[in-house]
């Protein structure tokens, strides 16, 4: 067996790529499926045309990575399959308990696996790099989960914390997803690793991913959703118990939106909310 940080082979390079395609094609067919199950609880109609349009979108991705296989001279379905048991574990282990909840699952858990694939392609040739980043575009579910968790919390203020506890368990449970298939697909891994020539650099991309439990996925508008009802300015103790998580998540969390600029620190340690142009 090669060594982890050996230069890959032609050989061993096709196959990661192979297990690229491959996990992102049943990543895009599950998300078909699961927004069309979406959409058939959906509470309003519009909200139906929305979602169904966005399953068509990843289906159509789907389709786009199952051709690519095919040109390859890969049996897509075999591609597929080594993916099939650490992808069903994930969305097994976040069953949402209602239909809102599965917005945010898709927004933010969805949205860190992509960011992980994002990662990976770095090392891929130019022509995979640019399917995999055409196959990751937002198909609409960013702004439109936003508008829903907006409207939600405002009817129900008690909401946003539950939902805030909810998108911090998805990317916990979504790192583990991440952490199964670069661990377990060899040729994923020394990819990776062979890129930057460090074995710790699996660790440390994950790690980036979840630096701020809200980064992933731009869930950050979820967190200033919920900072929102606050009254201006806030002290981290308040925003704690609005988010209903622990010091240890917000402290960092504000510290990013810091230093994004969607909140400022003032000199007695309270923060205020500012706009994305302040």
Request: aromatic share 6%; no cysteine.
């Amino acid at each position: 067996m090669a060594e982890w940080t050996d230069e890959m082979t032609d050989e061993e390079r096709r196959q990661a790529v192979v297990d690229l395609l491959g996990v992102l094609a049943y990543g895009e067919l599950t998300a078909f499926e699961r927004l069309a199950e979406d959409a058939r609880w959906a509470p309003s109609i519009a909200d139906k045309v929305a979602l169904a349009e966005m399953a068509a979108a990843e289906f159509a991705h789907f389709r786009t990575l199952r051709e690519r296989l095919e040109k390859m001279g890969v049996d897509a379905e075999a591609a597929m399959r080594p993916f099939v048991g650490p992808l069903d574990a994930f969305h097994d282990s976040t069953a949402p308990s209602d239909w809102l909840e599965s917005v945010v699952k898709a927004y933010v858990g969805d949205g860190f696996a992509a960011d992980f694939y994002r990662e990976v392609a770095e090392y891929v040739d130019a022509d995979t790099k640019a399917l995999v980043l055409e196959v990751l575009a937002d198909t609409g579910h960013a702004g439109f989960a936003v508008e829903r968790v907006r409207q939600f919390t405002t009817d129900d203020p008690t909401a946003a914390g539950r939902l805030a506890l909810w998108a911090r368990r998805l990317v916990g449970e979504a790192l583990t997803q991440a952490q199964r298939v670069a661990v377990d697909r060899e040729a994923l891994a020394r990819l990776l690793v062979g890129g930057s020539g460090d074995i710790a650099e699996v660790a440390r991309l994950l790690t980036r991913l979840t630096d701020g439990v809200y980064v992933a996925a731009g869930a950050v508008e979820i967190a200033l959703d919920v900072l929102s009802d606050l009254d201006q300015p806030f002290t981290v103790a308040a925003a704690k118990e609005r988010l209903g998580s622990t010091r240890r998540v917000v402290v960092p969390l504000l510290e990013h939106l810091d230093a994004i600029r969607r909140t400022r620190r003032l000199p007695d340690g309270k923060r205020l909310l500012t706009t994305p142009s302040a």
